[in-house]
């Protein structure tokens, strides 16, 4: 090596340097490539995200031919290094160190550092390029990498590790996924609400959107047929809820315009009346509100019946109780559903007993228990296991509620103030 000019020698460790500077920037741009964008790509039939793929996909090769080649050529650079210094420096310990300090400040900033945050900062640009050399370089070095790797596996069996075969295989969780969708910058707020919605909607269950059993709008077919089209004519809703005599002998849905189209043409009889029930839809109370999408969908209907575990009716839910969970309310409220909120001057709100715990919590920001009562008056009288009186004062989940009206058993209103006015209980 003594008789190689020293400006080959020179020309050689730049050459070095920037061969171990590749092997840097490829691994960090390959280990910082979005995987999603990857795979659209591969589905693009794009070759370098396709070669990108493979490669990941067996990560103990691809860092195997990595490191291999990243290694042997910084040996091989800090080897010219001491070179060059003992031809200028002579054979001294002082050269030595020299030596070893320029050879590591030389490979620690060109061919450590700076690849690498270039690497992390452009993953795409410089991974599929990167990828057309890296394949044939895996294949010649296969049985080096192969041999390396014998030792790599005997250790983590020891430390009874598993290698991770394919980096791109891991599916994101639902929280992950609603990180990305509220990061996600170029998606419009109302969208984002509409995806975050549906993330829930497996959480939620029927129980949590039906109209209560007391609050169906419902007929007795067994009634007058005057009766029955004076009903219906002033009823709220396109269809109701037909029984038979007592209210339990539930007989189906009705749709309320096609008996007003009898009534209008004359043709009101019983027996026409019957044809227009339709058969009942029953779906057990805590189905997934995701699941009763479905049902909705492969029965052709839009409406169910909620029944409990004896078969009892608890409650009514439409599809569109269901897309409204997604996309918001977008129809007007019905007059004979209970359950709203009204602001107050001193910063409370007077809130009905039948409304939604659910509703308050996501519309007011409250923090109301959802895994027990879903009405504040469920919760209220799971809470003092008992019917308060007007006047009554509790505090339940950090906010303090004052019993405003009650009747038949039930809380009508109450008044429940803001988490800043509820830390003292004696207010």
């Known amino acids: 090596m003594e008789d190689i000019p020293l400006s080959t020698l020179f020309a050689v460790l730049f050459v070095l340097l920037i061969a171990s500077a590749f092997f840097s920037i490829s691994e960090t741009s390959m280990m910082a490539l ?63 160190v020299i030596a070893t300090g320029a050879a590591a400040f030389a490979i620690l900033v060109f061919s450590e550092i700076t690849p690498k945050v270039i690497g992390a900062a452009y993953p795409e640009r410089i991974a599929l390029p990167a990828s057309y050399l ?28 598993q290698a991770v075969r394919d980096t791109t295989a891991h599916k994101p969780s639902v929280e992950e996924l609603r ?6 910058g170029y998606l ?12 829930d909607l497996q959480a939620i269950t029927v129980d949590d959107v039906m109209v209560p059993r007391n609050q169906i709008e419902t007929v007795d077919i067994d009634a007058p047929l005057e009766s029955i089209a004076e009903q219906i004519g002033t009823a709220y809703h396109r269809r109701l809820l037909a029984y038979a005599g007592e209210p339990d002998e539930v007989a189906g849905t009705l749709r309320s315009r096609h008996v007003l189209n009898l009534v209008q043409q004359g043709g009101l009889t019983r027996e026409r009346l019957l044809k227009l029930v339709r058969e009942p839809y029953f779906v057990p109370s805590g189905t997934p509100l995701f699941s009763q999408l479905q049902n909705f969908q492969e029965h052709q209907d839009r409406i169910a019946l909620v029944v409990d575990e004896y078969g009892d009716l608890r409650g009514l839910v439409t599809l569109e109780d269901i897309l409204e969970e997604i996309i918001g309310e977008f129809t007007t409220g019905s007059k004979l559903r209970t359950g709203g909120y009204h602001a107050q001057a001193d910063g409370s709100f007077l809130v009905e007993g039948g409304t939604s715990l659910r509703e308050l919590n996501r519309k007011l920001g409250f923090s109301f228990p959802l895994d027990g009562p879903k009405t504040v008056n469920g919760l209220i009288v799971e809470h003092l296991q008992d019917i308060p009186e007007p006047g009554t004062g509790m505090k339940i989940a950090g906010h303090a509620i004052e019993i405003v009206q009650t009747h038949d058993r039930t809380v009508k209103a109450v008044r429940i103030y803001s988490v800043p006015a509820a830390q003292n209980p004696d207010e």
Do not use: C
Request: net charge positive; hydrophobic share 50%.
């Open 188 to 199: 419009p707020q109302k969208h984002k609400s509409m995806l975050l919605n549906l993330f």
């Open 179 to 184: 990180t990305i969708v509220l990061e996600t």
């Open 134 to 161: 890296l394949t044939p370089l895996l294949k010649l070095t296969r049985p080096f990498v192969w041999f390396v790797n014998l030792f790599v596996q005997a250790i983590l069996r020891v430390l009874r590790l």
């Open 34 to 96: 979005n995987r999603y964008r990857l795979r659209h790509l591969v589905q693009q039939k794009h070759r370098g995200a396709r070669l990108t793929s493979d490669l990941l996909a067996s990560t103990d090769r691809f860092l195997g031919v990595v490191l291999l080649g990243n290694n042997v050529i910084n040996a091989a650079a800090a080897l010219l290094v001491g070179e060059i210094a003992q031809r200028y420096l002579g054979d001294s310990r002082f050269a030595l």
